[in-house]
Each structure stands twice: as structure tokens, then as C-alpha cells.
């Protein structure tokens, strides 16, 4: 790739972002994180939380509701797929009794 066509990606990029906002947004949280007059133990949650992004506690927790909802899910299912083998066990005894009125085939 010559040196011309990387600039010209680099350029394109550049307008990408700026188009989108990204870099206004980076340079706002960036600049807060400057003015915050006491420092953040780690700069990138800080990044992450200002970006709209979730804190670590609030990852923990969607993290463990989604472990919940998707065992009560499986407990959903597994009693759904019960019902129906309940349901198609009473439709195959309703078939095969004979209809009333009828008397039962002799043996």
C-alpha cells in the first residue's frame, strides 16, 4: 500500500468519526476525566461509564439477572415440553376409548 493511499484511509477514517461524533464525544469524557479533581483508580471505567456504557457493579448485575432469567427459562421449558407429553398422553387415551354410546370391541 503506498503512503498516499494510507493517508487517504486515514483521512476517510478521521471524517468517519468526526461525522458520527465519536471524537467530540472521546474529547468531552477525556476532558472530564482531566478536570476531575480527584483521579479515578482506573481511567478506562471511568471512560466507560462516562461513554454510557455500564460500571462494573452494573455489569455484575445484569450479568446475574441474565443467569436467573435464562434458569427460569430452562425451568420454563422443561415443564412446557411435561404439559405437552401430559396432553398428547390424554389425546392418545381419549382416541383409543371407545366413544360413548359405542360398546367396547369384545375380546
Request: hydrophobic share 40%; charged share 30%.
Amino acid at each position: 500500500m503506498t503512503p498516499q493511499a494510507t493517508e487517504q484511509k486515514k483521512e476517510a477514517f478521521r471524517k468517519y468519526l468526526e461525522s458520527a461524533g465519536v471524537i467530540d464525544s472521546l474529547t468531552k469524557v477525556l476532558v472530564s476525566l482531566y478536570e476531575e479533581p480527584d483521579k479515578p483508580a482506573t481511567a478506562i471505567d471511568f471512560l466507560k461509564a462516562n461513554l454510557g456504557g455500564p460500571t462494573p457493579a452494573e455489569y455484575e448485575a445484569l450479568e446475574e439477572e441474565k443467569n436467573t432469567l435464562a434458569a427460569e427459562l430452562e425451568a420454563t421449558k422443561k415443564e412446557l415440553a411435561e404439559t405437552q407429553a401430559k396432553l398428547e398422553a390424554a389425546e392418545a387415551a381419549a382416541a383409543a376409548a371407545p366413544a360413548e354410546g359405542e360398546e367396547a370391541p369384545a375380546e
